[in-house]
């Protein structure tokens, strides 16, 4: 086709969709690599109080992440349990034990993780939301302490910090169309193909096979930390 899906990251810019537009150069630029052997995670762009939650979608699910407090549901707490034994904390060490540091780098936190929940979009959100992410989870790391209870085999986990964070992979895998886009009036939309060329994941693909480029990446968003008032516990 005529059309350069290289020209898609100033489209975007003209709409003001400058993260959608980064994520993209990003993407080009990089040698190829295919999903699920992703390159390097990409924490540099997506920030959560300044840029995530000033869309109202994920605001929504973040409000509902903190009042429903899910990372002290039942399915929370069963990962909370795998993630302490897997480090050793569940032992008869008779005094407290910290857990989830917080200061560590987002990638790093991710292999803990306990609870998420997903944001969705649909075709009336062209925004810079949609072009950055499109669809995405809401992740919860938690820190805390657990101590052994007195004479008995169980123990107890406090929970005294929250942290959410988005993680998002940036690949063109499977089928999926990607609306139609014209670099001679910077138009863009979703169903009308009066406002350019089609663009669908398999275009993606072909420039990678091409010129070698066209790497896919993880995408991490900085780290949302909420100390809790009142610890939340339960016992294991």
């Known amino acids: 086709?005529?059309?350069s899906i290289t020209s898609i990251p100033k489209i975007m810019r003209h709409h003001g969709w400058g993260n959608g537009a980064r994520l993209?150069?990003?993407?080009?630029s990089r040698v190829s690599t295919s999903a699920p052997a992703y390159g390097s995670p990409e924490t540099q762009t997506i920030r959560m109080s300044s840029w995530v939650l000033t869309f109202s979608r994920a605001k929504k699910?973040?409000?509902q992440i903190m009042s429903e407090r899910i990372w002290a549901n039942p399915a929370a707490q069963r990962e909370i349990t795998a993630m302490l034994r897997k480090k050793g904390l569940l032992s008869s060490a008779p005094q407290s034990r910290p857990?989830?540091?917080l200061t560590s780098s987002v990638p790093m936190l991710d292999t803990d993780y306990v609870n998420q929940r997903v944001v969705g979009f649909g075709l009336s959100d062209e925004d810079d939301m949609a072009m950055a992410l499109g669809n995405f989870a809401f992740r919860i790391v938690v820190a805390g302490e657990v101590m052994p209870i007195s004479k008995s085999p169980r123990f107890k986990v406090n929970i005294s910090e929250v942290g959410v964070y988005i993680r998002d992979s940036y690949d063109f895998n499977g089928s999926q169309l990607l609306g139609f886009w014209d670099d001679k009036d910077n138009s863009f939309s979703v169903t009308n193909l009066l406002s350019g060329t089609?663009?669908?994941n398999d275009d993606f693909r072909s420039w990678r096979a091409k010129t070698g480029r066209g790497g896919?990446?993880?995408?991490?968003?900085d780290l949302l930390?909420?100390?809790?008032p009142n610890p939340d516990s339960f016992d294991i």
């Open 1 to 3: 086709m005529s059309f």
């Open 24 to 28: 993209m150069e990003i993407w080009f």
């Open 61 to 63: 699910v973040y409000n």
């Open 99 to 101: 857990f989830g540091d």
């Open 198 to 200: 089609l663009v669908s």
């Open 216 to 221: 896919d990446f993880l995408v991490f968003s």
């Open 225 to 228: 930390r909420t100390r809790l």
